[in-house]
């Protein structure tokens, strides 16, 4: 174990040193009150699991992801509906084509404030349908 | 790490840490310590002073020598060095206080870019454990290797 560990800080790290002389704190506990909050909050609330919650925060970010890529799908289609060029709408909006672009290909953060704009520039309503997860 | 930290000492296992912290308060030796916890492979994190003239530690007192960014990177420096060898283990830390915690999250928020290059970051918050990110006022932290 000592050799590993001064193989790691030798090639890593010159800014650790091991000194033995500090094995004695193993016997000493630092914040025995952190120690007994932390076991009371892993038998409580259960031990994290981390690939879960990596994969749960991917799939929500998918999610929200997909739902950005509909309203810029549904901008596209109401201005066409409208029969307006990106460079028309930009116009309409007051703002560069870019942004446009941008709009319909979600290569931006938008907020509802700018959607809401923008279908009010091209005369649409929005609504939303909610569906509640059983 | 890029950011600047004290030159650490530690113990043969490297379970326990220590540094000298130097600031208008003098030099203030400091410890950090990883325990192990009732759940195989979760450590819990602890740091503090140590007591003057005594071969003890203050329970969860830091005193603030001006220079808590540098303390902050020198205790995720530890962190690293510790999880390079224990590469299954899991860090769990909290604050006893809501400050002391405010002062846990800034620490990962400064380093949170590096942190980020090798752990898997997580917060508790309103009895969940989520995806560590900036502004929430989380409970307590845990990282993991990745």
């Given at each position: 174990?000592?050799?590993?560990?001064?193989?790691?800080?030798?090639?890593?790290?010159?800014?650790?040193?091991?000194?033995?002389?500090?094995?004695?704190?193993?016997?000493?506990v630092?914040?025995?009150?952190?120690l007994?909050?932390?076991?009371?909050?892993?038998?409580?609330?259960?031990?994290?699991?981390?690939?879960?919650?990596?994969?749960?925060?991917?799939?929500?970010?998918?999610?929200?992801?997909?739902?950005?890529?509909?309203?810029?799908?549904?901008?596209?289609?109401?201005?066409?509906?409208?029969?307006?060029?990106?460079?028309?709408?930009?116009?309409?909006?007051?703002?560069?084509?870019?942004?446009?672009?941008?709009?319909?290909?979600?290569?931006?953060?938008?907020?509802?404030?700018?959607?809401?704009?923008?279908?009010?520039?091209?005369?649409?309503?929005?609504?939303?349908?909610?569906?509640?997860?059983? | 790490?890029?950011?600047?930290?004290?030159?650490?000492?530690?113990?043969?296992?490297?379970?326990?840490?220590?540094?000298?912290?130097?600031?208008?308060?003098?030099?203030?030796?400091?410890?950090?310590q990883f325990l192990k916890t009732?759940?195989?492979?979760?450590y819990n994190?602890a740091?503090?002073?140590?007591?003057?003239?005594?071969?003890?530690?203050?329970?969860?007192?830091?005193?603030?020598?001006?220079?808590?960014?540098?303390?902050?990177?020198?205790?995720?420096?530890?962190?690293?060095?510790?999880?390079?060898?224990?590469?299954?283990?899991?860090?769990?830390?909290?604050?006893?206080?809501?400050?002391?915690?405010?002062?846990?999250?800034?620490?990962?928020?400064?380093?949170?870019?590096?942190?980020?290059?090798?752990?898997?970051?997580?917060?508790?918050?309103?009895?969940?454990?989520?995806?560590?990110?900036?502004?929430?006022?989380?409970?307590?932290?845990?990282?993991?290797?990745?």
């Open positions: 174990m000592i050799k590993e560990v001064e193989k790691i800080l030798t090639l890593q790290d010159r800014d650790i040193t091991i000194n033995s002389r500090l094995n004695y704190l193993n016997d000493k630092l914040s025995p009150k952190k007994q909050m932390a076991n009371e909050l892993l038998a409580r609330y259960g031990v994290p699991d981390f690939e879960k919650i990596l994969l749960e925060d991917e799939a929500k970010k998918a999610k929200l992801q997909e739902g950005l890529n509909q309203i810029g799908a549904l901008i596209k289609q109401t201005r066409l509906q409208r029969h307006l060029s990106e460079e028309e709408l930009a116009a309409l909006l007051g703002v560069e084509n870019t942004v446009v672009f941008k709009l319909e290909n979600n290569d931006t953060s938008v907020s509802m404030e700018t959607i809401l704009k923008v279908f009010h520039v091209l005369e649409a309503e929005l609504s939303f349908i909610v569906t509640l997860k059983q | 790490m890029r950011l600047e930290r004290y030159p650490l000492e530690a113990n043969d296992d490297l379970m326990s840490f220590q540094f000298v912290s130097e600031g208008p308060k003098g030099q203030i030796i400091k410890y950090v009732d759940k195989p492979n979760f994190l740091f503090g002073d140590k007591r003057l003239n005594e071969d003890d530690f203050d329970d969860d007192v830091i005193t603030d020598n001006k220079d808590s960014q540098k303390v902050l990177a020198t205790v995720a420096m530890a962190v690293l060095r510790f999880t390079e060898i224990n590469k299954e283990a899991s860090i769990i830390a909290q604050g006893l206080t809501k400050s002391r915690n405010r002062l846990y999250q800034m620490g990962i928020s400064q380093n949170l870019e590096e942190l980020k290059e090798y752990f898997k970051i997580i917060g508790f918050y309103k009895g969940n454990w989520m995806i560590y990110e900036k502004n929430t006022p989380y409970d307590a932290f845990a990282v993991k290797r990745k």
